[in-house]
């Protein structure tokens, strides 16, 4: 017994440390307090030394309660050698995009109110007018993320009727987002015609009934059809779409508002083209190439714009104030192309120079070896990639650190310790070593602060 009575009271433990009540709340801490009186009781029982379980107690209970305070949305650094990586939230956005959505989160403002008469406004107004300017569309509508604009897209225009598609643009995305089984919660019947590589006019030309609601075209920016291949450009299918009376989509996917081989990457189709071609809707991303927060647009014809307003789906998926005004700001910045890779960070990020990034590697690669003596660094040439299903077989020149150690498992040990950081450091696993592509390190204190 007299190991239990070496314990402190609830009380006693919580009269001890104010502090940790100021910055957790009383209820929190006289909870984990409870608990970690009970596991020394528990390991008392078991024959540990009363005296010890209590002087180790206040330290316990400060780790609990810091661990459950700390969010897993922490800060990370992104060394893997994909810009746009979904699984870490994609795009990093501009100043100006993380100033307004501050803004917006600090106040009130007209998100649905019209200052000019008092009355209530429609909150895609905000970002209508910069979509059709910059993309030569009649109207546009926006939702919360690019399948949400396929799938209101196809249910106000194919609900019960027939979607013809090609059946090389079936496509699958992450998160087992399949293109056939959006298609069937819009309420359209899939049109399979032509092959896998390659669908001609006739086939689209001979599905078309009255059943027709839609013919959708899909951008295959995820993966490559190379070799035997045919498919029907944007102008010839949006003619047949155009003869036969009825609507033609074109998902762009990560859809771009500018010229990527401006920037030294392979050219992309851009928004502003497809709505040339003449389709009559015309669905893309918002955290992707675009480089703002995660958004779905629609733009196009006016009348058909306004029956997916009019969707009961709309409301459903619609954007909140905050991301509409990040998306406001990122939107301005395409009015200056002349500055724009320096104010948005996915163009600054995917045009680094290989030479530059070479540079830091050398730079940073003494610096990082002083903090991890156990593991040899060096530099080494790598390949980054743009991301999200940009792009996919296309690579971009790169720089980084190789970073090797003692046995098999050495990478791994590695990456499990770097990911264990206060700000998480993520690479890739590469033939026996750990490489941290630097394309995305802008500050090199930033990698010596989370290693230090």
């Known amino acids: 017994m007299s190991g239990f009575r070496a314990l402190p009271s609830v009380d006693q433990l919580l009269s001890g440390h104010p502090d940790l009540i100021d910055r957790h709340g009383r209820a929190m801490v006289t909870r984990h307090a409870r608990l970690r009186l009970d596991a020394a009781r528990a390991a008392i029982r078991d024959g540990a030394d009363g005296a010890f379980e209590a002087a180790r107690l206040p330290h316990l209970l400060a780790a609990d309660l810091a661990a459950m305070a700390a969010t897993r949305l ?18 990093i956005l501009a100043n100006e995009a993380i100033a307004a959505a501050s803004a917006a989160m600090a106040a009130p403002l007209a998100l649905e109110y019209d200052l000019e008469t008092g009355g209530r406004g429609q909150r895609d107004d905000h970002l209508r007018g910069l979509l059709c300017e910059l993309t030569g569309a009649e109207d546009a509508t926006i939702v919360n993320n690019n399948a949400a604009a396929v799938l209101i897209a196809l249910n106000s225009f194919g609900q019960g009727r027939d979607s013809i598609v090609s059946r090389g643009e079936l496509i699958e995305i992450g998160g087992a987002f399949r293109m056939p089984d959006i298609m069937a919660r819009a309420g359209t019947r899939l049109v399979e015609v032509g092959t ?65 081989s401006r920037w030294g990457l392979r050219r992309e189709p851009t928004v502003a083209e497809a709505v040339a071609e003449g389709a009559d809707l015309v669905t ?15 733009v196009g014809r006016r009348d058909l714009i306004a029956r997916i307003n009019k969707n009961p789906m709309k409301r459903a998926l619609r954007l909140d104030k905050i991301r509409i005004a990040a998306l406001e700001a990122t939107l301005r910045l395409y009015r200056d192309p002349d500055r724009l890779e320096r104010r948005l960070p996915v163009l600054r990020l995917l045009a680094r120079p290989q030479a530059e990034i070479a540079v830091q590697a050398a730079r940073l690669a003494p610096l990082v070896a002083a903090r991890l003596r156990e593991y040899a660094v060096t530099t080494t040439d790598c390949a980054s990639q743009i991301g999200s299903g940009s792009l996919p077989t296309d690579t971009i020149p790169s720089a980084g650190l190789r970073i090797t150690g003692t046995g098999g498992d050495a990478p ?14 993520i690479g890739r696993i590469h033939d026996g070593a750990l490489i941290l592509d630097l394309r995305c390190l802008e500050r090199d204190a930033d990698l010596l602060e989370a290693l230090a």
């Open 74 to 91: 922490r800060p990370m650094l992104n060394l893997t050698g994909t810009v746009l990586h979904t699984n870490l939230g994609r795009a």
């Open 196 to 260: 896998t590589n390659r669908t001609h006019p006739r086939d689209y030309q001979d599905a078309i009934t009255d059943q027709t609601g839609l013919i959708l075209k899909v951008h295959t920016s995820n993966y490559r059809i190379e070799g035997f291949t045919a498919e029907v450009a944007g102008p010839a299918l949006a003619a047949i779409a155009r003869a036969a009376g009825v609507v033609m989509l074109n998902d762009l996917g990560a859809g771009s508002l500018v010229d990527l």
């Open 284 to 298: 893309f991303s918002g955290d992707k190439l675009l480089g703002g927060p995660q958004a779905g647009f629609v």
């Open 412 to 425: 791994d040990r590695l990456a499990a310790w770097l990911r264990a950081r206060d700000r998480p450091v």
